[in-house]
């Protein structure tokens, strides 16, 4: 056993001796011998690398039955196929370089389908609706600057060595909690004093002189949809046709008729009356604003011969802005506040006025004061007034959820009788006006989400109802009704504000097609109540809820 385990041991050392390599006795670290194994592995690994290969995609019709004829047919359909592909590769191959490798020609098809895929997102539209909106206009009225009230340092009772206080409590009754009592204004004239000057200014001369222009004769031609399409394609909006004009939200505007500037004026809310020149460098970015009510001006006209412009609001006055004077005379005053009013002459002398209490005043406005009649129309409030372009002792009122005609000369101090009744509305109508020239037609918008159109040619019973057009009206607490109104040159023609998105103004013919709408993501971002046409230029404005206005004409504004 001892001899077979010392043969074993001898054995084991002869292969370890083998195995191991040779020292080197000069050198710290022994040196080891690749074997021939390994380096025949390594050759076969660099044979296995491929090349890469330059595919032209130029393929052959390969004949795998070897010894088998071919047919005439056979041969010519082979021949059409490599033409056609020859002809496909040089167009797959045009803007690329001949000789790509296998990698390359793999890579530039990768892009392509992930470009593609990228378009299919639709990645630009989607950030266009999720840009933020643009800031608001800081042209027109400047912010007020309020000081900070400075409340007093509170100081702990133990470090001031006082004992614990119990509060008195007040209890609040009914007749002590009193609420603060809105100003009135004076009856009487108001001094014309612009409330966004720190000083009192006179009147500019300019503005004086544009006041007494001489209006232009309207152009009773009327133009095809085609022409009057393409002049309100041709209307446009920039940063400085939006101003604040003023304080609170935009109740009313009117144009002057002026036909060689704009002028603009515009009522609030809180009884503010802002005038605008675009152009103009008086003021704040060419804009006075005054306080002639104390509480929303409900509408606004301009007269001529002298001009003055005529204004009523909630706080029962009817007042006419008169420049040379530099006051706002009182015409009417009322305990009921006014909604709506027209004038009753060419010369615009008489007023009729419809008050929230449902009575109708005519009021001559040589004898402030004096000659005026009252009729009670209906025991709601009367939201609109306006009479007959042509035949002037009609008129047409709004009457809650009723649309009556009237005559002016069968008018009775109470339980007067309409001369026709515009049926078919379901609830409050806002609004209701002549057609401008000929009076044939009345439109309606009313909060049904409808706008209608009426044949009134015939003053009878029967007036039928040519087209009802569906408008979105529900403009909740914080924005004034919308009101279809009509274009004082094309009285086949309105124009309504909208509550869609994007922003938009609607034109419509009164057949209920649509015929423009204006947008600009930049300029127009809120909804506009208050829309009108100018009555001499190819202008329109709108009026939103900040007090701002905003117009699309077709000359340059700075």
């Known amino acids: 056993m001892d001899a077979d385990r010392s043969e074993i041991g001898l054995k084991t050392l002869q292969l370890l001796q083998e195995r191991t390599p040779p020292q080197n006795p000069g050198k710290d670290e022994p040196v080891r011998r690749t074997s021939r194994r390994i380096r025949e592995r390594k050759k076969q690994e660099k044979k296995q690398i491929l090349s890469p290969k330059c595919l032209t995609f130029r393929s052959k019709v390969k004949n795998t039955r070897k010894g088998v004829k ?23 191959l045009r803007g690329h370089r001949e000789g790509l490798s296998e990698y390359e020609l793999e890579r530039l098809e990768n892009i392509r389908q992930n470009q593609a895929f990228l378009n299919s997102l639709k990645l630009p539209q989607i950030s266009e609706a999720l840009r933020p909106k643009p800031k608001p206009s800081l042209k027109g009225l400047k912010k007020e600057k309020t000081e900070t009230e400075m409340l007093p340092v509170r100081k702990s009772l133990r470090l001031q060595n006082k004992g614990p206080q119990t509060a008195v409590t007040l209890e609040i009754t009914p007749s002590t909690a009193k609420e603060p009592e809105k100003i009135v204004k004076a009856p009487g004239p108001i001094p014309l004093d612009p409330i966004n000057l720190e000083e009192y200014v006179r009147v500019p001369e300019d503005l004086l002189n544009l006041w007494n222009e001489v209006p232009l004769k309207q152009d009773t031609e009327t133009l095809d949809l085609k022409s009057y399409q393409e002049i309100l394609q041709k209307l446009s909006i920039d940063e400085g046709c939006v101003v604040k004009v003023v304080k609170g939200r935009v109740c009313s505007a009117a144009f002057h008729p002026s036909g060689s500037s704009l002028l603009m004026a515009a009522g609030d809310k809180f009884g503010h009356l802002g005038l605008w020149k675009p152009d103009a460098k008086w003021g704040d970015d060419g804009v006075l604003c005054f306080e002639p009510h104390s509480r929303a001006i409900t509408s606004m006209a301009f007269s001529s011969h002298p001009c003055n412009l005529i204004t009523v609001s909630y706080d029962g006055s009817a007042r006419s802005m008169d420049l040379e004077k530099a006051v706002f005379d ?84 109470r339980n007067s009788l309409p001369v026709c009744e515009l ?19 009345v439109l309606t918008t009313c909060m049904d989400n409808k706008i209608r159109v009426f044949n009134t040619s015939q003053m009878d019973c029967n007036t039928p109802e040519i087209k009802s057009i569906t408008h979105n009206m529900h403009t909740g607490r914080w924005l004034s009704k919308l009101s279809a109104v009509w274009h004082p040159k094309h009285q086949e023609c309105f124009v309504i504000g909208s509550v869609d998105r994007p922003r938009q103004i609607q034109v419509y013919h009164e057949s209920g097609r649509l015929l423009h709408t204006f947008r600009n993501m930049d300029h127009l971002t809120t909804v506009c109540s208050i829309t009108a046409f100018h009555p001499s230029r190819n202008t329109l404005l709108g009026g939103n809820s900040s007090g701002r206005l905003h117009i699309f004409t077709d000359c340059f504004v700075n």
Do not use: C, W
């Not at 021949?79 to 590769?89: F, G, K």
């Not at 306006?386 to 101090?413: G, M, T």
């Open 70 to 92: 071919r047919k005439k047919n056979d041969s010519e359909e082979e021949e059409n196929v490599q033409e056609t592909q020859a002809d496909n590769d040089k167009e797959f």
């Open 330 to 413: 009182e015409v009417y005053r009322s305990t009921s506040g006014l909604k709506s009013f027209d004038f009753l002459s060419n010369d615009f002398s008489t007023l009729l006025i419809g008050e929230l209490n449902g009575e109708v005043a005519v009021v001559d406005r040589r004898t402030p004061g004096e000659n005026k009649s009252l009729h009670t129309m209906a025991e709601k409030p009367i939201r609109s007034v306006h009479v007959h372009p042509v035949q002037q002792h009609y008129f047409v009122v709004a009457e809650s959820s009723f649309v009556n005609i009237y005559d002016l000369r069968h008018l009775k101090r």
């Open 423 to 441: 049926n078919g509305h379901h609830r409050s109508v806002s609004s209701a006006f002549f057609s401008p020239h000929t009076g044939n037609r």
